[in-house]
């Protein structure tokens, strides 16, 4: 498999974009993930373009339905030390059957934002959430 890092200008990842890829991909800042950008396919035989650890960046205000859906994540950190995260929506089953996810670290200020429920509604795995501030 081959990792691919996104560059910090790219400022969002189209549908499908790596849908069913044979790249790893360890972070993004973009600030739009689009549905199914980084979906795995049903039968698990295709690769998901995240596996294990996997960051998105501050400046992620939108993650479309289906974003992750199948996505063999184990850990996902939303925001950095250094900058809040501004996630703003999550769109529906974004983590759906994400079975392996067993933690998110979210970096921000005010851990009662709806955005914060909405992602746990999303993750099927119920993985525990931690709140950093910044």
Same mark, same amino acid.
């Given at each position: 498999?081959?990792?691919v890092e996104?560059?910090a $200008?790219?400022?969002q990842?189209?549908? /499908?974009?790596? /849908? *069913? !890829?044979?790249?790893?991909i360890?972070s ?5 993930i689009?549905?199914?950008?980084f979906?795995?396919? +049903?039968?698990?035989? /295709? ?8 960051t998105?960046? #501050? ?6 339905p ?7 994540l184990?850990?996902?950190?939303i925001g950095?030390?250094?900058?809040? !995260?501004?996630l ?7 983590f =759906?059957? *994400?079975?392996?996810l067993?933690d998110i670290t979210?970096?921000?200020n005010?851990?009662? =934002? ?6 746990a509604a $999303? +993750?099927?795995s119920?993985p525990?959430?931690?709140y950093? #501030?910044?």
């Amino acid at each position: 498999m081959t990792y691919v890092e996104i560059p910090a $200008t790219v400022r969002q990842i189209g549908e /499908y974009a790596f /849908y *069913c !890829s044979a790249v790893q991909i360890g972070s993004t800042n973009a600030r739009i993930i689009n549905n199914s950008a980084f979906r795995r396919d +049903a039968d698990g035989i /295709y690769a998901s373009g995240v596996m294990g650890t996997f960051t998105i960046g #501050p400046n992620t205000t939108f993650i479309g339905p289906n974003a992750f859906q199948l996505a063999p994540l184990e850990h996902l950190t939303i925001g950095s030390p250094e900058a809040e !995260s501004q996630l703003e929506t999550v769109g529906s089953d974004a983590f =759906k059957f *994400c079975s392996r996810l067993t933690d998110i670290t979210i970096y921000t200020n005010d851990s009662s =934002k709806p955005v914060w429920a909405s992602l746990a509604a $999303t +993750a099927t795995s119920s993985p525990q959430i931690t709140y950093q #501030p910044v």
